[in-house]
């Protein structure tokens, strides 16, 4: 079975510049949350989406945005990088219902220079 | 969500059992807690979860205290390959419903060393 496949796995941009990051999760799973890591502030919760909709959104600018396709593949993107938005971009995905295990994808490790 | 609260740092031989704390003391009766861990540069990884019981699975066991403000992550037999950071996250039950934020502290660091 395969698992959460993010897209690209490394990512160089310069400030000014926009980015698009993709995640394929699971087979069966309708659930895609993302979250940032970075040294300074860890793992935070950037957005989750479900059935195309957002559901839920953690504290980051509007710069910061995402959507899902209808096959439960999702994208997130950043406009008009900032230094700061270096990190690594963790996708995770999770079953329809119950207090099922979140999985995640490897990232994407983006570089802003 | 109720906060959690676990050492920075531990340290452990190889072979021998590491047992990693957790407090949760604001805990309610509708939260799990769950255990992952995140191995360097790598996505954090789903080792474990319990609602009142202890649990058991092929990489751990957790033991809840009877009033459900804290536990012990354990692993048996820690090799080299159990170096990561762990962390402890309390899971409401209807969290997925909820569009589903896990709140991610800094974790504990455990290095298994030879």
């Known amino acids: 079975k395969a698992g959460v496949t993010q897209t690209p796995r490394y990512l160089i941009k310069t400030r000014g510049q926009q980015v698009t990051l993709s995640c394929s999760p699971i087979?069966?799973?309708?659930?895609v949350s993302w979250y940032q890591q970075t040294p300074g502030q860890g793992l935070q919760f950037l957005f989750e989406?479900?059935?195309?909709?957002?559901?839920n959104k953690g504290n980051f600018p509007g710069r910061f945005s995402g959507r899902q396709f209808s096959n439960s593949r999702s994208e997130m993107n950043v406009s008009t990088l900032e230094l700061g938005d270096s990190a690594l971009y963790l996708c995770?995905?999770?079953?329809?219902?119950?207090?099922?295990?979140?999985?995640f994808g490897s990232g994407t490790r983006l570089t802003v220079v | 969500d109720a906060k959690t609260t676990q050492p920075t740092s531990m340290d452990c031989a190889e072979g021998r059992a590491a047992n990693l704390p957790c407090n949760h003391s604001?805990?309610?009766?509708?939260?799990?807690v769950y255990w992952y861990r995140q191995i360097h540069s790598q996505g954090p990884q789903y080792i474990i979860h319990?609602?009142?019981n202890n649990e058991t699975n092929e990489m751990a066991s957790l033991i809840i205290t009877e009033d459900r403000k804290s536990s012990t992550l354990i692993l048996p037999h820690a090799t080299l390959r159990d170096t990561a950071v762990y962390y402890c996250?309390?899971?409401?039950?209807?969290?997925?419903?909820?569009?589903?934020?896990?709140?991610f502290g800094q974790g504990t660091e455990l290095s298994v060393k030879p």
């Open positions: 995770a995905s999770s079953l329809a219902e119950g207090p099922a295990g979140y999985t």
């Open positions: 087979s069966g799973h309708r659930s």
């Open positions: 989406y479900f059935s195309e909709t957002q559901r």
């Open positions: 604001t805990i309610s009766g509708n939260e799990y």
């Open positions: 319990g609602l009142k």
């Open positions: 996250i309390v899971i409401y039950l209807g969290l997925y419903n909820q569009g589903g934020k896990l709140i």
